[in-house]
């Protein structure tokens, strides 16, 4: 297939992914802030959003301080930030309308009914009370396009190229949410975290989507070293950095295979980042460093993409 | 529901092709229809408006208007009333098409070779050389089969009940046949009842087609099973949906300009599995930015180094660089001469009468009656900066007098003509509007015309101007099989 459709589709999997991705962490930060305007300053909970979202030096750039109303703005449906909700499904669908031929016609009507109801009416005029049920669509909008690309394309390079964008995408996510909120999860020395660390945990968990995954899993309360376990090392957990790495190495292996066996760089480190978390242990993790591990994770993940791009994209 | 009898648009009188000539009742092709609308409720009808722009809106057919400020991806309206055209009036047009087709290439050839039109002094050299769609670096090439217009959109009008008239050829990059697929698709959705009740012939493998010819006209040097490619200039063309859609239903890679390369002379795509070969390109980019090494050296659009490689026989490009010679409106006064010089036959399809302004008798003739004709940019297209006599102003006509008087080659004139109408579903029920129509032609080893075309109405009362980009909408054209039960008994 021609690059540019492969990177098309990769691409708009990954903005369709960072959408979603979005909707979550700004639920959570939403959720959190409410929750925890009496235990401390709510402003630091919108600053960390921020980070978690990878907005941060944009928004800097544009409002200062990290007010409530204006960071959910920002994140939510400003077209000057190109990874806003809105800004994600415009670009999802512009990439949806250059490799309109790859697409199924099912994928083209969910993106194109999504940007079609994103641009029409005032879905995108946020205000408080609206801001729930506006990030329930976005939800809805980017799992009806994970589902009518599962269920309709074709098992072939296009789907594999489609498949690493989502992956890598959620791995990007769930790594950048940990190491956001690293500090909260670091044994402290006076003993149990109090209410509002508990709240932290729930807020990471939630980010994801995970914290009724968690109580599935451990059958204990909430401890730290757990939650970071299972968003990095658990393979049942779907939005683990583990479960994505197993997707991503599976789909560059298809693609290997598709293409005569043909293997690049991309290859190497996803294998060798799959290893890592696939036989990696969490107190080990932790003795060495969680930041140190997270920000080279997202690093060495970085480098995954451009090779991809290199090797298959251009 | 009961259609208006009389096509009375308030400018001229037209004929109408449901209710005919005076005094007739119903069009025998139309008598179906007739009764379809008698015995369906106004109501239905609007739902089925509805519904069928909701399907257009799902499918994603657009067209963006240039010029124009608000949404970017319009959609061009949908009438639900087909346009039907009878065995005997198809036969007519399809012999006609394809000798005026014929001519036209065998024009384009000629310019390029011997120019014995020139020779034979039925035309002014000048005209030919000195056109903008006249390119010196085809001199000499003979493209594949010959072939220098492959898809070839005729515009036509129909003036009476057998009278139809070439309004414009268009030999470079017509558009809008994906309209013709897509109109029929909607109308068997919204409408499954009313097909059954008719013999409509089918329009659905026009894709097949235009890929047959494709194949058939594979250069030279083409090693194997030619690979097809369709060049569009991007996903911001105003008719990218078209050709994402025939690029689709084709099965061949729709590719940018960016996606091509070009390596001692051979094209290739640039793919996820490396370079894969390129042997027929059917390509929706005009001439100018095809090639920066030949052409606009500012292009992006285009693939440097494609006209060597086209002209080494390596690639065949599909319509031919310089096929626009053909296409001109300055041109266009000659096609007749062209039919009886290069085929030695009467035109089937007449022209329209056209003073050309850059001849100093045609000048005054026009300036003189102004407020009689349609004056147009001889290079325009889509409607744009022309001038309707009848239903200008005296100030606009008074100012496009001035714009005339100082650049007249650029401009020609015609006569304002009584386009006929058709019936048009709109807010207040039904009612007469002008259409138009534009066959598509595919021309390979053999010529091909699915039979069809695209009818654009012009939804305003009263307006001449069909163009999309004008208020012009679409409906969809049924060409009837030929009675089986009259003229083979054995």
Known sequence: MLSRTADSLYWLARYMERAENLARIVMAGYRMASTARSLENPGNEWHSTLLAAGCEPGFLAK?????????????????????????????????????????????????NETWYQARTGNRFAVRPESLPSLLEWVKERSLLFNGAYANTML????????????????ADNTARILDVKYHVLLPRHEGVGGALDYYHWQAILRSVSALRSYHW??????????VAELLMLRPEMPR?????????????????????????????IAGELHARLRFGRIQDIFQSGLH???????????LLGSEITALYLV | MKPAATASTGIVAAFDEMSGAAGEECRAQYELIRRWLETTPAEALQLKRREAELLFRRIGITFAVYTEGGDPERLIPFDIIPRVLDAGEWELLSSGLEQRVRALNAFARDVYHGRQILRAGLMPPELVLHNEGFRPEMQDFSPAQQVYTHVAGIDLVRLGPREFCVLEDNCRTPSGVSYMLENREAMMRLFPDLFAGHRIRSVEHYPEELLDILKSVAPP??????????????????????????????????????????????????TTEGPKRVDVIYRRIDDDYLDPLTFRPDSTLGTAGLFNAYRAGNVTLANAVGAGIADDKSIYPYVPAMIRFYLGEAPLLGNVQTWRCGDSEDLGYVLDHLAELVVKEARGSGGYGMLIGPQASREQIESFAEKLRAHPHEYIAQPT?????????????????????RPFVLVG??????????????????????????????????VLEADRAEPHRR
């Not at chain 1, 204006?70 to 990874?83: G, K």
């Not at chain 2, 994402?244 to 729709?254: I, K, P, R, Y």
């Not at chain 2, 003509?417 to 129509?437: I, K, M, Q, W, Y």
């Open chain 2, 445 to 478: 080893k053999d010529i091909r015309i699915v039979p069809g075309g695209l009818t654009r109405v012009a939804l305003r009362p009263g307006s001449l101007v069909v163009n999309s980009s004008q208020g012009g909408g679409t409906k969809d054209t049924w």
């Open chain 1, 292 to 302: 140190e591990f997270l920000t080279e994770f997202i690093d060495r993940s970085l």
């Open chain 1, 240 to 268: 683990s950095l583990l479960s994505c790495y197993e997707e991503i190495v599976g789909h560059l292996d298809l693609l290997a295979e598709a293409y005569g066996g043909k293997r690049g760089e991309c290859h190497r």
């Open chain 2, 417 to 437: 003509l009584a386009l006929s109408t058709c019936p048009v579903f709109v807010e207040t029920g039904l009612a007469p509007r002008h259409v138009d129509l």
């Open chain 2, 221 to 270: 040097h083409c090693p194997g099973e030619p690979a097809v490619a369709l060049l569009t200039p991007g996903s911001y063309n105003s008719a990218y949906y078209e050709h994402s859609f025939l690029a689709d239903d084709m099965g061949v890679e729709l590719v940018e300009g960016a996606d091509l390369f070009v390596d001692d002379n051979v094209v290739y795509m640039r």
């Open chain 1, 155 to 170: 098992r072939n390079d296009a789907y594999y190229f489609t498949r690493l964008g989502t992956f890598i995408e959620r």
């Open chain 1, 63 to 111: 409002h200062g301080e990290a007010t409530a109303a204006l960071v959910i703005d920002y994140l939510v449906r400003d077209a000057d930030n190109p990874s806003s909700i809105f800004s994600c499904l415009e670009t999802a669908r512009r990439n949806a309308r250059a490799v309109r031929t790859a697409l199924t016609v099912d994928m083209w009507d969910a993106l």
């Open chain 1, 217 to 226: 899993v451990y059958q204990d309360r909430l401890k730290p070293w757990l």
